[in-house]
Nanobody
């Protein structure tokens, strides 16, 4: 299991913005989906966004569509998550992860939970007035 290096997160007001980064190995970058899950107190872990390895297309959970943007830099083996128009409901611990199935584990976590290859250490994102 490789070590994913995460950075970013922190505190924002509603309507504000934050960014996240996740650095992975070259192999994972070329063959695995990479993205973020989040886990809020009292709620189940859910996939937030993922970028497919082959064509770089993106998947987003419905609640963040139009507000979050995931991109990648192949030269740096790094994936970025730009979070705009943050809402209180976005408050959670965010975890970067790699998915050998592409992005299916992010979309259908309960069915694919065991397939995820690696996890980052997680970082708190708090949205508060």
């Amino acid at each position: 299991q490789e070590q994913l290096v995460e950075s970013g997160g922190g505190l924002a007001q509603p309507g504000g913005s934050l960014g996240r980064t996740c650095a992975a190995s070259a192999y994972a970058f070329d063959y695995y989906g990479i993205g973020w899950f989040r886990e809020a107190p009292g709620k189940e872990r859910e996939g937030v966004s993922c970028i497919w390895p082959n064509d770089g297309s993106a998947w987003y959970t419905d609640s963040v569509k139009g507000r979050f943007t995931i991109t990648r830099d192949k030269g740096k083996n790094t994936v970025y998550l730009e979070m705009n128009d943050l809402q209180v409901e976005d408050t959670a611990v965010y975890y970067c992860a790699t998915d050998p199935t592409g992005c299916f584990a992010f979309q259908y976590y309960s069915d694919y939970e065991g397939s995820l290859a690696s996890w980052g250490q997680g970082t708190q994102v708090t949205v508060s007035k």
